[in-house]
């Protein structure tokens, strides 16, 4: 239980940085990027891996 807190925890702070990123950027070529780097941490925080 606490192992999955953790991961969750994780992967919800590697998701805010990939946001933090992506609001930074200037070129959409990079968003889009940034957007497809966010898709599986975001699945996995809503649990539909």
């Given at each position: 239980?606490?192992?999955?807190?953790?991961?969750?925890?994780?992967?919800?702070?590697?998701?805010?940085?990939?946001v933090?990123?992506?609001?930074?950027?200037?070129?959409?070529?990079?968003?889009?990027?940034?957007?497809?780097?966010?898709?599986p941490?975001?699945?996995?925080?809503?649990?539909?891996?």
């Amino acid at each position: 239980m606490i192992i999955t807190i953790l991961y969750y925890l994780l992967t919800a702070y590697i998701a805010f940085l990939i946001v933090w990123n992506l609001l930074k950027r200037k070129k959409w070529q990079e968003e889009i990027l940034y957007i497809i780097i966010l898709i599986p941490f975001l699945l996995r925080l809503f649990r539909l891996k």
